[in-house]
């Protein structure tokens, strides 16, 4: 039997492009049944954007399979058999697609790497390896794989159908020209997938607007499955340092502290400004150690602006947590940060409803 071949990375856009292809071949008008399709989601705001087009895939076809944490909802559409993914298992980070019929065959497989790569938002710049194709046999490849994993927790009749479907096209052998039309849409899928420019320093300070449009607050985003690190951080000037130092040299240091805070981000982080002396530095695919090493960094960075500002000395409050929530828990994150201020602690920890990693206190 064919093998997969070897993974390649992609990005989700260029992902979204491909199953969109995928989908929209099983809606295609072909008498060459019987005809299956497998998918898993991750999460389910995800297979809840496509549920009108599954809908119309199960009307066509004879077996129909998505999987997602947690299972389906509960207004799945009729022939649509769902199956409940655990948090921890494999295929739970499998972001795939399986068309298979007699004749033809599609495949998509990624696996969630929970990184990301500089894009408009955070949820297109997500990054996965795998690779993707149109061929029959790796569709018949793919398929046996999900049909063996899936098949306890499937009801009898879909297993049934997946097996008769299995075992006519196995009898049938595929067809030549796969490879010429697999050319022609990869060169149509690499036009979704251009290469980005990373934000300058300056365009990673987000506003509200910014923000909202970057964290995909008003697209299709889903909790649990890319870790983000959170971290508040709030730089205040000694009492009076406006009426001492004049306005000119208040503007110098609030753009030195700036350039500071804007020093210590990749060109996938953002960091919101909050107030006039906060920011809030969101670092996709972070764990907690890193984010804290980076609050040393700016614990250290700031205090020697001393060095060019002789008379000024920032007192700096951090607050820091690892979460894979959506929307970001950014208003736990500021009031985590007043918690610090409050209690005279450099870096404080969110609560653990809102990250799942929480640094430590002190």
């Known amino acids: 039997m064919h093998s997969p071949r070897t993974p390649q990375r992609f990005t989700k856009r260029s992902l979204v492009a491909v199953s969109h292809a995928i989908e929209r071949a099983a809606l295609a008008e072909a008498e060459d049944g019987p005809l299956i399709v ?5 999460r389910q705001p995800y297979f809840s954007r496509e549920s009108t087009v599954y809908r119309r895939i199960a009307a066509r076809a004879s077996a129909t399979v998505v999987g997602m944490v947690g299972g389906p909802p509960p207004d799945l559409p009729d022939r649509v058999h769902g ?3 655990d948090e921890v298992e494999d295929l739970a980070r499998e972001w795939t697609v399986v068309v298979l019929s007699p004749r033809f065959g599609a495949t998509l497989v990624a696996r969630d790497r929970r990184e990301v790569t500089p894009a408009p938002t955070l ?29 306890e927790r499937l009801p009898a009749p879909a297993r049934l159908a997946l097996d008769e479907a299995i075992a ?8 030549p020209g796969e490879p010429r039309v697999e050319a022609a849409l990869r060169l149509l899928a690499r036009r979704g997938d251009r290469h980005t420019r990373p934000a300058e320093p300056t365009e990673a300070v987000l506003d509200e607007t910014g923000l909202r449009r970057w964290t995909d607050t008003d697209g299709v985003t889903a909790s649990g499955a890319l870790p983000v690190a959170l971290v508040g951080l709030r730089v205040d000037e000694p009492a009076g340092s406006p009426e001492r130092f004049g306005r000119r040299s208040v503007a110098r240091e609030g753009h030195a502290v700036l350039a500071t805070v804007t020093g210590v981000l990749r060109p ?9 002396n906060e920011f809030q530095l969101l670092l996709p695919g972070m764990d907690e150690p890193a984010a804290l090493d980076v609050v040393r960094r700016l614990h250290e960075a700031i205090g020697a602006l001393t060095q060019a500002y002789p008379f000024v000395a920032y007192t700096v409050h951090a607050a820091v947590g690892v979460t894979t929530r959506r929307p970001l ?21 969110l609560p653990p409803e809102s990250a799942d990693a929480v640094a430590g206190v002190g």
């Open 38 to 42: 497998l998918a898993l989601f991750q």
């Open 83 to 85: 199956v409940a993914l």
């Open 268 to 276: 996938v982080d953002r960091a919101p400004r909050v107030a006039e």
């Open 329 to 349: 828990p950014t208003a736990d994150l500021r009031a985590a940060v007043d918690w610090a201020v409050r209690q005279g602690l450099p870096v404080a920890g």
């Open 168 to 175: 006519r096209v196995r009898d049938i052998p595929s067809g």
């Open 123 to 151: 949820e297109a710049g997500r990054l996965f390896d795998g690779h993707w194709g149109f061929r029959r046999d790796e569709a018949l490849h793919e398929a046996i794989r999900l049909r063996r994993l899936l098949a």
